[in-house]
């Protein structure tokens, strides 16, 4: 069962766009819902997070927007450059439930053509 | 600089060896996990364990085990490689409470 649906699978956006990428989730125990940035040969690194409690969060270019009632959250990356290749994952959890284990979604490849 | 280290970044193993990934975190961190990665499938649980010589089923188990001696190593161990097991293989640990993970690089293994 997937628990978290990530889409699109790739995204090409030209240098200075806006990408955009959706995650939904069914389990709403979810908590916690952080985005994590892959480049070639490197293990994820967390990008930005956000709690439920908030329905935007914003770091830089990177905009998290969460909709609760459509158990939803998307990643917005504002003027997109070439250095933002990457892949990225969505992920979910309930903290304070123990060391379960983040459910990541299956990643978009995001190419940003100069 | 914090991290988390795997010991190999590619491994070839023949179908039916015992395979061992190391990993070493310096941030003495409690949880740690083992995922690994697939085109199309994302991030997908095998092992965690939040405390020495404690482990729990991920989504993934079969075929695999763990091990935990010391707080900062977790092994990932493969009993009898097969070559659906060929993947990226990533360790991750983070402290309690927090869901911050430090991923390692990565340990690709093809069984052949």
């Known amino acids: 069962q997937q628990q978290v649906k990530q889409s699109p699978q790739s995204l090409i956006v030209q240098k200075g766009g806006i990408s955009i990428i959706n995650c939904a989730y069914e389990n709403t125990a979810f908590d916690y819902f952080p985005w994590y940035q892959q480049f070639p040969g490197k293990g994820p690194a967390l990008l930005i997070a956000?709690?439920?409690?908030?329905s935007e969060k914003k770091e830089g270019r990177f905009t998290i927007s969460f909709n609760k009632s459509a158990k939803q959250f998307s990643l917005h990356i504002m003027d997109s450059q070439p250095g933002d290749s990457a892949t990225y994952f969505c992920?979910?959890?309930?903290?304070?439930?123990?060391?379960?284990?983040?459910?990541f979604g299956k990643g978009t490849h995001l190419i940003i053509q100069p | 600089d914090v991290k988390v280290t795997q010991s190999s970044r590619y491994l070839v193993k023949r179908t039916g060896e015992k395979v061992f990934l190391e990993c070493v975190q310096d941030?003495?961190?409690?949880?740690m996990f083992w995922y690994r990665q697939d085109p199309g499938l994302g991030l997908r649980l095998i092992y965690f364990?939040?405390?020495?010589?404690?482990?729990e089923k991920g989504d993934i188990p079969e075929g695999y085990s763990v091990s935990r001696e010391k707080k900062e190593r977790f092994s990932l161990i493969l009993e009898s490689a097969s070559t659906n097991q060929t993947s990226m293989y990533l360790c991750?640990?983070?402290?309690?409470?927090?869901?911050?993970?430090?991923f390692g690089s990565g340990t690709r293994l093809t069984v052949v």
């Open positions: 364990s939040y405390d020495v010589k404690m482990k």
């Open positions: 941030m003495d961190h409690e949880n």
């Open positions: 956000i709690r439920p409690d908030v």
């Open positions: 991750a640990s983070s402290p309690v409470g927090n869901y911050g993970y430090t």
């Open positions: 992920a979910a959890t309930v903290s304070g439930g123990g060391a379960d284990g983040l459910t």
